[in-house]
């Protein structure tokens, strides 16, 4: 396995557990303070969406 499909792996589960945290946050209770956290979790999964889109060109050899 390469190092950046272990890295695109990591990625992904860190989407996935933001998004899963925004969920079972605003599911337990809607207080301002696990709204705000809520918020901020699916911020951060945004940016880790598009930090995973800049990988697409990585790990492939340059055009000759």
Avoid: E
Avoid at 2 to 21: D, E, Q
């Amino acid at each position: 396995m390469k190092l950046i499909t272990a890295h695109r792996i990591l990625i992904g589960a860190g989407i996935a557990f933001f998004v899963f945290y925004a969920a079972v946050l605003l599911a337990r209770d809607r207080t301002t303070a696990s709204v705000a956290q809520a918020i901020v979790a699916l911020a951060v999964a945004g940016g880790l969406v598009l930090y995973y889109r800049t990988l697409k060109g990585w790990g492939q050899r340059p055009p000759s």
